[in-house]
């Protein structure tokens, strides 16, 4: 059983079409979402709508999504994410709106021992940067295999073996036993310094994880976002990875 892991797709269009086709062509079993589906970029309604249609085996809200949907307020937001999250629930319909308001909390269970969470198991917000948090995010699992997003920051813990490790695009050959929390990076918006879109694809038979980067065209992202009326540094930090 192959899963597509998708994560912090952030209203970028043309990252997630590139992704789309690379994944398809690496191909698949069953889609798992991540959560942060809008926020940052310039297509938030195509980029719902294009996650919707993959019917994802797991999908769970992100604080963007949650922000955008008017179920909580953007006091945690800085001034940029706050006005591309203004901009967002101005663009989308009610009906999409509401469809943002429903997708549900994590963490999710998924059959064949996987949990999915935005931050992680015990908070929705959390940030698991570090072996710590790691550590805390899996005694908080209730499954052997967690897969969390919100850093943008690709990254693989492990108990035992692996100890911590923030890992560039490879395949990974997965411990047998222990817990493992993988953090895939973001579909559109990496900040690992890398600016190709990031995702992964867990092979539960083969016991490895693909965290795959690809190219894609920054460059219409970019003018999306400049046209929209979008803070510039949004447009900018495509460019960068950051
Ligand atoms: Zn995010």
Known sequence: MRYLILSDMHANLPALEAVLADAAHVGYDAV???GDLVGYGADPSA???RTLALEPLGLIRGNHDKVCAGIEPATSFNDVARASIEWTAGVLSPA???TLAE?????????GGIEIAHGA???????VFDTRDAGRALAAASARICLVGHTHL???FATGEISASAVAEDTIQLPAT?????????VGQPRDGD?????????LTQLTLALRRVNYDIALAQRRIIEAGLPEWLAERLAHGE
């Open 178 to 186: 222990g817990g493992i929390l993988a953090n895939v990076g973001s």
């Open 121 to 127: 198991p015990f908070d929705e917000d959390y940030y």
């Open 103 to 111: 997708l549900p909390m994590g963490p999710a269970q998924i059959p």
């Open 195 to 203: 600016p190709r879109a990031a995702y992964g694809i867990l092979d």
């Open 32 to 34: 798992l979402v991540l």
């Open 154 to 156: 690709p990254a693989v």
């Open 47 to 49: 980029v719902l709508a």
């Open 96 to 98: 999409e709106l509401r």
